[in-house]
């Protein structure tokens, strides 16, 4: 039977954008990666093959066979965000050859022409000609093209996430359906039933729900934080050498406990640390786990990143973690193509 609709996820990561949506029912067939670490968690938690290549040497026809014989077709591609995020801009990382990746986004969507097109970034996307320039080719292939920057806390994701996120249809006006949660989901929702840990230690469950050690000096500075508070809340002697100065004290946010009530802060590649940003744990002397990390990106509980006998990697698993889209943005994206597709080509595609 030939299948209605098939969705291919560029720069897929871990699978939080192919995972939100499969809870959709949006069938993804492929994710491409250059990262092998992706693998396992995508393959593992997805009905979807993991294509580990470089998007640079992707084929229009390599995508065309991992369509098949789809009468429609969805491409989503999240592009590397870091180039385009305030620490790059502020500390000039060499980005030069991540620049050009939403250029062969563009060049594969012009290659397979889908149906829809979506991307996830962060919102200084929109400060760059690249980026404007992906918009102009969608418009000169007669796509209708709709962003905007998104709260993903507005759609069930329980952390202040804001993304730039872009739909484009060859069918029609397009654009994200509106937020589903009035009131953001919290961490205490989120994570408050995991089982307690130490700095250091490893639930004998979950090999994920392990926390990262702290120096004794940390241990007096996570006891002296309050949640929602800062450094400023230390005691002089903990204070770090480099906030006691001017240029150090607008640094406001690093060493800082999560509030139970309020939803988390943005996670980034480095939030297993409690120097990293406010991410230590909002009750218990020491930062969130990887367990957390990934529940605050609003994958399951039992998302599976390494296999059983694997090795678990802070800096890897981060990576992974910090870098995905989160689950419940997937879903939003994965319902708004749907709704745009069911009512522009027949209420039975989907």
């Not at 030939?2 to 969705?7: D, G, N, Q, T, V």
């Not at 992974?320 to 997937?330: D, E, F, K, M």
Request: net charge positive; proline share 6%; glycine share 8%.
């Amino acid at each position: 039977m030939m299948s209605k609709i098939a969705c291919v996820d560029l720069f897929c990561g871990a699978g939080g954008l192919t995972h939100g949506f499969v809870l959709e029912g949006l069938p993804v067939t492929a994710g491409i990666d250059m990262d092998p670490a992706c693998r396992f968690p995508y393959a593992a938690n997805n009905k979807a093959q993991f294509i580990e290549h470089d998007i640079n040497k992707v084929t229009r026809d390599d995508l065309l066979a991992l369509f098949g014989i789809a009468e429609h077709k969805v491409l989503a591609g999240c592009a590397p965000c870091q180039p385009f995020s305030t620490y790059a801009q502020r500390y000039t990382i060499d980005s030069k050859g991540k620049w050009g990746l939403l250029y062969e986004f563009a060049r594969l969507a012009e290659g397979v022409m889908p149906d829809v097109i979506t991307m996830e970034n962060v919102p200084r996307v929109a400060k760059h000609a690249v980026f404007h320039d992906f918009i102009r080719t969608l418009e000169r292939l007669h796509y209708h093209v709709w962003y905007g920057v998104v709260d993903s806390s507005q759609y069930g994701v329980p952390q202040t996430r804001r993304r730039m996120v872009l739909l484009a249809s060859k069918h029609g006006v397009i654009k994200i359906v509106p937020p589903t949660h009035v009131k953001p989901k919290t961490v205490r929702e989120a994570i408050g039933q995991l089982r307690p840990l130490q700095a250091g230690e490893l639930s004998p469950t979950d090999k994920l729900h392990v926390s990262s050690t702290l120096s004794d000096k940390n241990i007096q500075r996570i006891r002296a934080s309050k949640p929602g508070g800062s450094w400023r809340d230390w005691p002089k002697h903990l204070v770090a050498n480099c906030h006691q100065g001017e240029s150090g004290s607008t640094y406001s946010s690093v060493y800082g406990r999560m509030e139970w009530d309020k939803p988390a802060p943005t996670m980034t590649t480095q939030c297993y640390g409690f120097g990293n940003g406010r991410f230590g744990h909002p009750e218990q002397n020491r930062a969130i786990s990887l367990r957390e990390a990934a529940i605050l990106q609003g994958f399951p509980q039992d998302y599976a990143f390494t296999p059983d006998d694997g090795i678990v990697s802070f800096k890897v698993l981060g990576r992974l973690i910090g870098n995905a889209v989160p689950v419940n943005l997937g879903r939003a994206i994965a319902q708004s193509i749907k709704l745009h597709l069911n009512s522009v080509i027949g209420n039975s595609i989907i």
